[in-house]
């Protein structure tokens, strides 16, 4: 009975710490569009969308299609981010329940592993909807400017 009860200690201290460690991963990828930053990053991002896009040489359509994917992407990403948090807010209000249940906070982190999953799966179907509008070379462009973009302190050039 004893070692039962040190096991659910054990898995109590690890998911609060996956918790936390899951927080603050969240907390510092920076969800560009939240607040008063949130508005300047977004600025700044679809400045860099439109420099890019300048660069890969568009046609018209190429245009209008990556902006109709780019909005639908967007409110998808959007979509999921909210039920992310809110999946990450029910495990923290599972976790401190004075009637604790482990088989809940799994079930929880479950379902919070899903919605991560989820997103990963969104992600890969954006660029692959891309890769479809743009010629190879453009594709190959666009994912050179896009690893120089998502190095710290390296910019596109204007």
Not at 48 to 75: A, V
Not at 83 to 104: S, W
Request: charged content about 35%; hydrophobic content about 35%.
């Amino acid at each position: 009975m004893k070692t039962h009860k040190q096991l659910h200690i054990i898995l109590f201290i690890g998911m609060v710490i996956t918790l936390i460690i899951s927080s603050i991963a969240y907390a510092s990828s920076g969800r560009p569009f939240d607040g008063d930053e949130g508005d300047s990053k977004k600025a700044r991002w679809e400045e860099n969308i439109s420099e890019m896009y300048k660069q890969l040489g568009l046609t018209p359509l190429q245009d209008k299609q990556l902006k109709d994917h780019r909005e639908r992407h967007r409110s998808q990403m959007d979509t999921l981010h909210k039920e992310i948090k809110a999946k990450r807010e029910q495990l923290g209000d599972e976790l401190q329940k004075k009637d604790f249940n482990i088989h809940r906070v799994q079930q929880v982190h479950d379902e919070l592993k899903s919605l991560k999953a989820r997103m990963e799966d969104y992600r890969l179907e954006g660029i692959l909807e891309v890769r479809k509008i743009l010629t190879p070379e453009q594709f190959s462009k666009f994912m050179k400017l896009k690893k120089d973009q998502a190095v710290p302190g390296r910019h596109m050039a204007h």
